[in-house]
């Protein structure tokens, strides 16, 4: 299969010092990069695996960008790219119980927008935002690299020692790197975070996510479509190509059998767990499955580091905020330490950090509460909390004011 882009490797010639360090080459740690291009900061971002060629077909992970976040990237020119085809713009988001009649509707045109939101694939965001990142004139983007161990110490809270050594084997020798803020956007089971003993708690679901690409009889109508079941919710995402994007929380005793069916069954099983809402299931993709879990850092913050995205913290995928978190968490950071800068304040101190800490926290801890609520929620198999769960969602879809703030809340994150 032909490749749109190939990857742009870059490893330039290696400074001993940087200003600001990003463990992390995701779409969060490049998001937070992309906001420093062309600013006074000397930034290195240290990714160990190099990012696949896009291939012609869409890849299974794909993430729902909220226009908060496209507002940001537009104005950097994240989506001037010759993937910019690559993105779906969803204009309707329709949500139901499969145990009953309550479902709810959300359009973009009553809300005066011409788009809730974009179905983006994890892989093509990241390749927009590292064509960006890579050609910057202050950002050296060193990947593949290994980091061999990371030292991190703060005699006071004004500033840190901090130490990178990387493998040689993409550089003359063993090489040290300095700076003077360290940046964890290096996921869930963050290096970073654990030199800088910031403990996190962890929680399963006892859930796992089943991903795909599926084809359908009936079109996606560039529509968000969400079913809510006792074994998990299952998310129909448009994709630019008219195929759908699946999400399916599925507990792991059902997710394994899910997997254990051959095309033509599990095509069967999903067009009927959805409720044939989009017709007849004629194409699957190859199946994958990822453990579900939730879970939050104790802080995000130390004297000279930071933590973003799933490194600090992270949620079930039901309602596809995951990505926009991180995201959101990204652009806050950026925003507090360049003011910081601009207006010559100690801008790696842990109390100029703590800023960032005060934006992100309590709305990650809200979202990450409301997601688990909603999970146990619906997956309640009883008759009485059915009906609740029903005439609730039928009532807020009744109720405009009520049904547009919390859109508007999902949109602007």
């Not at 496209?70 to 139901?96: H, I, N, P, Y």
């Not at 064509?131 to 950002?139: G, P, Q, R, S």
């Not at 003077?180 to 006892?206: F, H, M, T, W």
Request: charged share 20%; net charge negative; aromatic share 8%.
């Amino acid at each position: 299969m032909s490749s749109r882009l190939m990857n742009p490797t870059v490893m330039k010639s290696v400074k001993d010092t940087y200003d600001i360090i990003i463990v992390g080459g995701g779409m969060v740690g490049l998001s937070f990069a992309n906001e420093l291009i062309g600013s006074d900061f000397s930034v290195a971002v240290i990714d160990r695996c190099e990012l696949k060629p896009v291939a012609e077909q869409p890849d299974c992970r794909v993430s729902a960008i909220n226009r908060s976040a496209l507002e940001r990237f537009d104005k950097t020119g994240v989506f001037q790219s010759e993937l910019s085809d690559r993105v779906c713009a969803f204009e309707k988001m329709f949500v139901w119980d499969q145990t009953g009649a309550g479902q709810i509707e959300f359009d973009s045109a009553e809300l005066g927008v011409s788009e809730l939101g974009v179905i983006i694939e994890n892989n093509v965001l990241q390749q927009m935002l590292l064509d960006k990142v890579a050609a910057a004139d202050n950002i050296d983007y060193l990947c593949p690299q290994q980091i061999v161990s990371i030292e991190y110490s703060f005699a006071d809270e004004r500033a840190a020692d901090i130490r990178l050594h990387l493998d040689s084997d993409n550089l003359d020798s063993e090489k040290t790197l300095t700076a003077k803020l360290l940046i964890g956007a290096d996921g869930v089971n963050s290096r970073v975070r654990e030199v800088a003993s910031i403990q996190r708690n962890r929680q399963p679901y006892q859930q796992q996510g089943l991903v795909c690409n599926v084809t359908t009889s009936e079109p996606h109508q560039n529509t968000a479509w969400q079913c809510f079941m006792p074994t998990g919710p299952l998310a129909f995402l448009p994709l630019y190509n008219g195929q759908c994007s699946i999400v399916w929380s599925l507990d792991e005793e059902a997710a394994s059998a899910a997997m254990a069916l051959d095309d033509q069954a599990f095509m069967r099983a999903l067009a009927e767990a959805g409720e044939y809402r989009l017709g007849e299931v004629t194409e699957v993709s190859q199946r994958y499955l990822f453990p579900l879990t939730h879970g939050h850092a104790a802080e995000y913050v130390k004297s000279g580091l930071a933590l973003i995205g799933d490194a600090a913290h992270n949620i079930h995928p039901l309602a596809g905020q995951g990505a926009n978190l991180g995201i959101a968490d990204a652009f806050a950071l950026a925003d507090v330490i360049i003011e910081a800068r601009s207006a010559g304040r100690q801008w790696a101190a842990v109390h100029t950090l703590k800023k960032y800490q005060r934006q992100r926290k309590g709305a990650n801890t809200v979202m990450e509460m409301s997601m688990t609520g909603f999970k146990q929620l619906f997956g309640y198999n009883n008759v009485f909390v059915s009906e609740l769960r029903n005439a609730g969602l039928s009532l807020v879809d009744h109720l405009p004011a009520l049904k547009y703030r919390i859109i508007r809340q999902a949109l602007n994150g």
